[in-house]
């Protein structure tokens, strides 16, 4: 069983730069695809950022393409989510989640199997 853990989470001004990091324990990860999702107070969990593990294809939600990077260091079983000039509106629950197997869609919640237990980032204006 595949436990995600994020953290780098906080309160920081509109602007700077936030990482976040997902460590997995109890399973490789490295043929896992990865994904970021987010949910703000009263709304969805929305999808952010995916990337593959045979290609490295990334993909990014239109709302922060440019301003974040997704990427993966396989050697400390780690996903990684490098957020840039922050907004108010990043501000949101920021989880990790991981699928072992094929996804024909990386946006989707459901296509994903297992999930961490978010971690808190608050953008002030």
């Known amino acids: 069983q595949v436990q995600l853990v994020e953290s780098g989470g906080g309160l920081v001004q509109a602007g700077v730069s936030l990482s976040l990091s997902c460590t997995a324990s109890g399973g490789d990860i490295s043929r896992y695809i990865m994904g970021w999702f987010r949910q703000a107070p009263g709304k969805e969990r929305e999808f952010v950022a995916s990337?593959?593990?045979?290609?490295?294809?990334?993909d990014y939600a239109n709302s922060v393409k440019g301003r974040f990077t997704i990427f993966r260091e396989n050697a400390k079983n780690t996903v990684y989510l490098q957020m840039n000039s922050l907004k108010a509106e990043d501000t949101a629950v920021y989880y990790c989640a991981a699928s072992a197997g094929i996804i024909l869609d990386t946006s989707r919640r459901d296509s994903y199997d297992y999930w961490g237990q978010g971690t808190q980032v608050t953008v002030s204006s």
């Open positions: 990337i593959t593990w045979r290609t490295i294809t990334t």
